[in-house]
């Protein structure tokens, strides 16, 4: 049980860096129950949470033994055990978002390109955002109009084309005129890559990296 308390002790410094850094409410889960969940709300003392309860800002909308569902100034996340969640409200108009990494160490992002719902895995090795063809199609982009290229990838080198995406989003973060890459095979998962990362600040603590829109 000792070990355990201070795995949680650790687990909820972080996310109270992590709230620091973003400047928002920060939501950690320490426990999780039918119709409940332990949570540390800003770095606080960890507190069971009913369904529908408020403290802080933070309402416990759904949970089970393998994740809760909270609303969190006004958005909805969630978040399995051990995972953490900092809000990112605008500050001197400038957007943050709180990524946090899962098993892997990987960092996925929810947003959005053109206007379609995509999940990115943030990915500060390639040059720019990428999909694949089959999400371009699905999208409605006309890659094939765009500057065709060549692309050393895992499978082998393949087909790409350069593109322009007009707009990308990853939390309250919008960013426009993006460059970005269309793949025709070898790409699983949309990447974040530095097109999209070079315009935030980039911290990361532990399991938790912010981005904060810097233009």
């Known amino acids: 049980m000792t070990t ?7 687990m909820l410094a972080a996310g109270c860096l992590a709230c620091t850094a973003a400047g928002a409410t920060s939501v950690s889960v320490v426990g999780l129950f039918k119709d409940k969940a332990i949570v540390s709300i800003d770095g606080g003392k960890p507190r069971t949470l009913s369904v529908g309860q408020m403290v802080q800002g933070v309402r416990l909308v759904a949970a ?8 969190v100034d006004g958005k909805r996340r969630t978040l399995a055990m051990g995972q ?3 809000g990112a409200p605008a500050t001197a108009d400038r957007q943050s978002v709180s990524l946090t990494a899962d098993a892997r160490g990987h960092f996925a992002a929810a947003g959005s390109l053109n206007g379609y719902p995509l999940t990115f ?3 500060t090795g390639a040059t720019a955002i990428a999909i694949s063809a089959a999400e371009a199609r699905r999208i409605g982009i006309d890659y094939r109009a765009g500057e065709a290229m060549r692309v050393g990838t895992a499978a082998g080198v393949v087909p790409a084309w350069r593109v322009k ?3 990308v989003k990853v ?3 919008t960013a426009h005129q993006v460059d970005g890459m269309v793949m025709e ?9 530095m097109s999209f990362l070079n315009r935030m600040e980039m911290t990361r603590n532990g399991q938790t990296m912010v981005l904060t829109q810097r233009y």
């Not at 089970?64 to 609303?71: L, M, V, Y």
């Open 185 to 193: 095979t070898g790409l699983d998962v949309p990447l974040l890559g």
């Open 64 to 71: 089970d033994s393998g994740s809760a569902r909270f609303e």
């Open 165 to 167: 995406f007009g707009t």
């Open 84 to 86: 953490s969640f900092a």
């Open 4 to 10: 355990g308390w201070k795995a949680i002790a650790t």
């Open 121 to 123: 895995l943030v990915d």
């Open 171 to 173: 939390g309250g973060i």
